[in-house]
């Protein structure tokens, strides 16, 4: 399946990591072995003694791979330009059960900029989920924070969660649709 790799690793350092569906952060030890089971976006999905974990590509290194660069963009970049990057960075968030970013899944539903004056910009985003009780909902939110924070010119961030309008399977892109084999 596309993203998967099952490449064993071992922790080279402490890392937090968080428990797939529930949510829950907490720190595996290093030395910690297991495999990566889907590297997307930056981020990896790790299975540890019968476990799934999303490890944050800020901590890469721990897994032995390279810590993803933040985005270049030029010195003169308008808002559209910075809309456009804000756009392939959450291209790059991915749902870590299903090998599909948030973009492509239809969860986002709303981006906005706002000059803030002093060349730095405030974004605004809305995101649902694809089912609400889904306990990697303030996992994607903070993915998504992060992606957009690293952007030069953005000196402020908001991802809000919102349920209305209800996702559905129509919000897909065709790709995705294919892909997840719903089309």
């Known amino acids: 399946m596309f993203g998967h790799t099952n490449e064993p690793f071992s922790l080279s350092r402490d890392v937090t990591a968080v428990i797939i569906p529930a949510g829950e952060e907490l720190t595996l030890r290093a030395g ?6 889907q590297a997307l976006g930056g981020s990896f999905t790790i299975y540890v003694e019968g476990n799934l974990f ?3 590509g800020m901590n890469a290194d721990a897994l032995g791979k390279e810590p993803v ?24 968030v991915y749902d870590p059960e299903i090998p599909v970013d948030i973009v492509n899944l239809g969860l986002i539903y709303r981006c906005e900029i706002s000059a803030l004056g002093n060349g730095e910009r405030s974004v605004s985003v809305d995101m649902t989920l694809t089912a ?3 306990g990697m909902g303030d996992v994607l939110v903070a993915d998504a924070r992060e992606k957009i924070a690293i952007i030069p010119t953005i000196s402020d961030v908001s991802v809000e969660l919102v349920f209305d309008p209800p996702w559905n399977v129509g919000l897909m892109s065709d790709e995705a649709r294919l892909q997840t084999g719903l089309m």
Request: a negative charge; glycine letters at 8%.
């Open 54 to 56: 999303r490890v944050s």
């Open 69 to 92: 660069p933040p985005p270049a963009v030029p010195g003169d970049a308008t808002d559209e330009d910075i809309e456009a990057v804000i756009w392939e960075q959450l291209k790059t």
């Open 132 to 134: 609400p009780g889904c």
């Open 32 to 37: 910690t072995s297991g495999f990566i089971t």
